[in-house]
């Protein structure tokens, strides 16, 4: 996808036996994901998304053309897409995280690292993927202001303070 598509939220499975889905929501509202339908996938299929109750970790939703739980199970994993423009300007210090990818990636000292390639969450919080020629293979840093104090879209950079067993650095 481009940066002119905003991952909304992922389908973690079927739900039920009659074409449910289980939802996962990015949005900082998360019920507010059925209002940018219709939503797309990374293919380009477009389904049009109705909530139909809340479930731990999620909601069950319905979503246009799926009728029945093998069609459901086939889209487990399949993120789901807004245009950005039908979403809400952000103030300055705020960002999506689509914006983040690419952006270069410094030490508190000046020094570069690399880039974002990713950022990735798998149910402890927010991770950056950075990658970098000097790096062995991907530095995960945990996205926490005590990580990661600046990021300056208007640079194009962020500023991260890694601990020190973590640096990532072949030696």
């Not at 104090?149 to 890694?162: E, K, Y």
């Given at each position: 996808?481009n ?12 739900f ?15 019920e507010?994901i059925?209002n940018?339908?219709p ?5 380009g299929d477009e389904?049009?998304?109705k909530?139909?109750r809340q ?5 069950a939703?319905?979503l ?9 199970d086939?889209?487990?994993g399949?993120?789901?897409y807004?245009?950005?423009?039908l979403?809400?300007s952000l103030p300055d210090?705020?960002y999506y ?7 270069d990636?410094?030490d ?12 990735e969450n798998?149910g402890?919080?927010d991770?950056?993927d ?6 062995n293979?991907s530095l995960?840093l ?7 104090p600046?990021?300056d879209?208007a640079s194009g ?5 890694p ?6 650095k072949e030696t």
């Amino acid at each position: 996808m481009n940066k002119d598509q905003i991952v909304l939220g992922v389908i973690a499975g079927a739900f039920g036996v009659k074409g449910e889905v289980r939802l996962k929501s990015f949005c900082a509202e998360p019920e507010d994901i059925a209002n940018y339908s219709p939503l797309r996938t990374e293919k380009g299929d477009e389904y049009t998304l109705k909530i139909t109750r809340q479930v731990k970790n999620g909601f069950a939703a319905r979503l246009s053309g799926i009728r029945f739980k093998d069609e459901a199970d086939k889209l487990r994993g399949v993120k789901l897409y807004a245009d950005r423009s039908l979403l809400p300007s952000l103030p300055d210090d705020e960002y999506y995280y689509t914006d983040l990818i690419g952006l270069d990636v410094v030490d508190t000292g000046g020094e570069k690292i690399g880039k974002i390639a990713a950022v990735e969450n798998h149910g402890a919080g927010d991770i950056l993927d950075i990658r970098g020629a000097g790096l062995n293979g991907s530095l995960l840093l945990a996205f926490t202001q005590d990580a990661v104090p600046t990021v300056d879209l208007a640079s194009g950079r962020v500023v991260i303070d890694p601990p020190e067993e973590i640096s990532g650095k072949e030696t």
